[in-house]
């Protein structure tokens, strides 16, 4: 079974700090990707990896894909309040149904 | 952008009764899912589906659970007998290939009580 371990669980901050959250797995996959979830809402994409070593950049967030593709971090550059909100990391299986397989999920709340 | 359009948007439903929620995937897409989050919870894979056929399933997918694509748009998952436990919100999701952008939908919220 394929799991994904993300930390910190929850995570409180002061805007304009910086943060980094960590999504680990003992599995392999072929491609991973993060979301933000708002409360009552469907999980939105924000990026997808698929090279070992990736690194993607979306204004303030930079997603970075292991070279081993087990694991995943998201660094937020001087977070603002608007980054509060659940981020979920989600592996694509090797097994060929392309499923996805979430992580455990980080809440952040970003303090004014 | 396409969308996911999931309906309704809330299910209230007695324990023991049958619910259908319904999803209609984005028009070219090949590989289509249900997930479920229970409220303050990972979520969690139910089942994919692909060449009108189920082709994985997760443990908490039993036999209560069904899904069907009846008439090439629609993708519905159905709970026979609903448990208090089945209470949570269920996505439908799709994608057209491999590494391709996953697409969810905005869920529905079934309550059995």
């Known amino acids: 079974t394929q799991l994904l371990e993300q930390s910190p669980q929850f995570l409180s901050i002061q805007e304009g700090e910086n943060l980094t959250v960590y999504c680990n797995s003992s599995?392999?996959?072929?491609?991973l990707q993060w979301y933000r979830q708002e409360p009552g809402e469907g999980p939105v994409l924000l990026v997808t990896?698929?090279?070992?070593?990736e690194v993607k950049k979306l204004k303030r967030l930079t997603f970075q894909f292991g070279d081993a593709r087990k694991d995943s971090s998201l660094h937020i550059t001087a977070a603002q309040p608007g980054d509060t909100g659940l981020y979920l990391c989600?592996?694509?299986?090797?097994?060929?149904?392309?499923?996805?397989?979430f992580g455990t999920g980080t809440r952040l709340k970003v303090l004014a | 952008e396409p969308e996911v359009t999931q309906t309704p948007s809330h299910q209230v439903t007695q324990m023991g009764q049958e619910v259908i929620l319904r999803c209609v995937p984005i028009?070219?897409?090949?590989?289509f899912y249900w997930y479920r989050q229970i409220l303050g919870q990972k979520v969690e894979f139910l089942v994919s589906f692909y060449n009108n056929e189920i082709s994985e399933k997760s443990e908490i997918f039993d036999d209560q659970f069904s899904v069907e694509r009846p008439d090439g748009s629609n993708f519905t998952l159905k709970i026979r007998s609903t448990k208090l436990e089945d209470s949570a919100m269920y996505f439908c999701?799709?994608?057209?290939?491999?590494?391709?952008?996953?697409?969810f939908g905005s869920g529905t919220q079934l309550s059995v009580l």
């Open positions: 999701a799709s994608i057209r290939g491999m590494g391709e952008k996953l697409f």
């Open positions: 028009s070219n897409h090949l590989y």
């Open positions: 989600a592996g694509a299986s090797t097994s060929g149904t392309y499923k996805y397989i």
């Open positions: 990896v698929v090279t070992g070593g």
């Open positions: 599995s392999v996959f072929s491609s």
